[in-house]
T-cell receptor, first 114, second 113 residues
Framework: DTGVSQNPRHKITKRGQNVTFRCDPI?????LYWYRQTLGQGPEFLTYFQNEAQLEKSRLLSDRFSAERPKGSFSTLEIQRTEQGDSAMYLCASRLDREGYGYTFGSGTRLTVV | AQSVTQLDSQVPVFEEAPVELRCNYSSSVSVYLFWYVQYPNQGLQLLLKYLSGSTLVKGINGFEAEFNKSQTSFHLRKPSVHISDTAEYFC???????????WGAGTKLIIKP
């Protein structure tokens, strides 16, 4: 068990560019979550998957954001036409779909839009 | 809807002194309660959780928390802190129907030597 892995750890991009982040969850975890965290705030829910199905998306997830989890394994989060307000830490977490089972978080991808 | 309030954005405390980080929540349905710790430039690590049963929950690194239903609180305590406890601490709740986490804004624990 290597935990939840996120790549890249840091990403600096120019406004208007597209970026894609990857999350590799713990292999037996069927639920995968994406959160966004800005400085001085707790994480905000973006979306989650059960296996390959995307079950819920937050209002925070505008049309510029898209997430996928092909084959129910790794997941990608893409942001198109990035804006400065997208600068944040993007956190991925996974868990088993079992009552009370905790989340395991990755180390996050820090995005800076300049 | 659920919400979580962490009353202190920063808590400075001397090394080896006790500390309490406060967390209050609001929910019309039953919830699970969690404390997570985030060290600089790292992800979130589970400290402890309350699901049911005993209201006093013990976690890792010597932390414990007490669930108080009447006061809708879940305060985190440690009897003696160390420099290594310097981090940001987040309280979170999840509803039993979908287990999504709703987070407080976090409390930075600052340990003074």
């Amino acid at each position: 068990d290597t935990g939840v892995s996120q790549n890249p750890r840091h990403k600096i991009t120019k406004r208007g560019q597209n970026v894609t982040f990857r999350c590799d969850p713990i292999s037996e975890h069927n639920r995968l979550y994406w959160y966004r965290q800005t400085l001085g705030q707790g994480p905000e829910f973006l979306t989650y998957f059960q296996n390959e199905a995307q079950l819920e998306k937050s209002r925070l997830l505008s049309d510029r954001f898209s997430a996928e989890r092909p084959k129910g394994s790794f997941s990608t989060l893409e942001i198109q036409r990035t804006e400065q307000g997208d600068s944040a830490m993007y956190l991925c977490a996974s868990r088993l779909d079992r009552e009370g089972y905790g989340y395991t978080f990755g180390s996050g991808t820090r995005l800076t839009v300049v | 809807a659920q919400s979580v309030t962490q009353l202190d954005s920063q808590v400075p405390v001397f090394e080896e002194a006790p500390v309490e980080l406060r967390c209050n929540y609001s929910s019309s349905v039953s919830v699970y309660l969690f404390w997570y710790v985030q060290y600089p430039n790292q992800g979130l690590q589970l400290l402890l959780k309350y699901l049911s049963g005993s209201t006093l929950v013990k976690g890792i690194n010597g932390f414990e928390a007490e669930f108080n239903k009447s006061q809708t609180s879940f305060h985190l305590r440690k009897p003696s802190v160390h420099i290594s406890d310097t981090a940001e601490y987040f309280c979170a709740v999840s509803v039993r129907s979908n287990y999504q986490l709703i987070w407080g804004a976090g409390t930075k624990l600052i340990i003074k030597p």
